[in-house]
């Protein structure tokens, strides 16, 4: 029974090449690059290119979009710091004119090949 009991234990060291750690620097500054130029498009002008309608504001059965403008708001490629593979990465904020409520302010997640870019 004080067999069972007893259990060795065994300690390992591992060391790690700072060389690799470099490379990985050097990688993830590359496609940080790029990471930030998506992110520097928060805050500017985007128009709706495509024939695009969504069904998520409140009390209202359809908003039609299709050339409708709007300000992107965040990008939300990257979560932590590491980008994800997110379908709809922009979200864009917009003000519309509905009949009977006046202006209404809602969010759209879109994609890049729905937006085109305002100066």
């Known amino acids: 029974m ?5 259990a060795r234990r065994m300690v390992s060291c591992q060391s ?5 750690l ?3 620097e050097k990688d993830a500054t590359v496609s940080g690059s790029a990471e930030a130029d998506e992110e520097a498009k ?3 002008k985007v128009k709706v290119k495509v024939q695009l309608k969504v069904y998520h504001v409140p009390r209202v059965p359809e ?8 300000v992107i708001k965040q990008y939300v490629g990257i979560w932590k710091g ?6 709809l990465p922009y979200k864009v904020e917009f003000v519309k004119e509905i009949e009977g409520r006046g202006p209404v302010k809602f969010f759209a997640h879109l994609k890049d090949e729905e937006l085109e870019f305002l100066d």
């Open 82 to 87: 590491k980008p994800i593979s997110a379908n």
């Open 22 to 24: 470099d490379n990985d």
């Open 16 to 20: 790690v090449s700072t060389a690799s």
């Open 42 to 44: 928060v805050g500017a």
């Open 63 to 70: 908003v039609d979009l299709t050339g409708v403008e709007g």
């Open 2 to 6: 004080e067999s069972r009991l007893r």
